[in-house]
T-cell receptor, first 112, second 113 residues
Framework: EPEVTQTPSHQVTQMGQEVILRCVPI?????FYWYRQILGQKVEFLVS????????KSEIFDDQFSVERPDGSNFTLKIRSTKLEDSAMYFC??????????FGEGSWLTVV | DQQVKQNSPSLSVQEGRISILNCDYT??????FLWYKKYPAEGPTFLIS???IKDKNEDGRFTVFLNKSAKHLSLHIVPSQPGDSAVYFC???WGGGSEKLVFGKGTKLTVNP
């Protein structure tokens, strides 16, 4: 069964460093997303991406964050100048049809 | 922000019995509702969804019921199996073209053998 894959599964970074989280969405999907879950909190929406541009973003997704689809398969989330409060599980997701959104296994980011 | 609420943090049922997971929402502008299952340190796994124009959708052991007047939906799992033990999240998509999934806090289901 096709799946969304994410790398790395876990990353520890020092505060102030830049992090890139990578995702390979399901191959025929056209809509891509990043979500995150801070420990003990809800899964929350960060950004959606369609047709090579951001289609929607949350108030969390400020200038510290950026997304890119550098080639036909990868979808990346860059976090600049990481802060302690960026520590979370980051999930990539993708879809074709609106009512079926598939998530990856997640990337644990720990900022120390 | 409590647009999607799962008021029961946990539920325990016996194997073979029915599990009923509940979800309430506050905004009638949601047009799709989705249920996900999640194990610790893993991503949410899509289970089943329902459009706001329907009141029931069934897929194998999973059935979702939607009561629009009460702004309430439920996921029924029959029969429950020990492998169903996980956290179940209700999520909703805003109508009008939004891409954002709004999640509930989740309900931890334990199915006892």
């Amino acid at each position: 069964e096709p799946e969304v894959t994410q790398t790395p599964s876990h990353q520890v970074t020092q505060m102030g460093q830049e992090v890139i989280l990578r995702c390979v969405p399901i191959s025929n999907h056209l809509y891509f997303y990043w979500y995150r879950q801070i420990l003990g909190q809800k899964v929350e929406f960060l950004v959606s991406f369609y047709n090579n541009e951001i289609s929607e973003k949350s108030e969390i997704f400020d200038d510290q964050f950026s997304v890119e689809r550098p080639d036909g398969s990868n979808f990346t989330l860059k976090i600049r100048s990481t802060k302690l409060e960026d520590s979370a599980m980051y999930f990539c997701a993708s879809r074709t049809v609106r009512n079926t959104i598939y998530f990856g296994e997640g990337s644990w980011l720990t900022v120390v | 922000d409590q647009q999607v609420k799962q008021n029961s943090p946990s539920l325990s049922v016996q194997e073979g019995r029915i599990s009923i997971l509940n979800c309430d929402y506050t905004n009638s502008m949601f047009d799709y509702f989705l249920w996900y299952k999640k194990y610790p340190a893993e991503g949410p796994t899509f289970l089943i969804s329902i459009s706001s124009i329907k009141d029931k959708n069934e897929d194998g052991r999973f059935t979702v019921f939607l009561n629009k007047s009460a702004k309430h939906l439920s996921l029924h799992i029959v029969p429950s199996q020990p492998g169903d033990s996980a956290v179940y999240f209700c999520a909703a998509i805003w109508g009008g073209g939004s891409e954002k999934l709004v999640f509930g806090k989740g309900t931890k289901l334990t199915v006892n053998p």
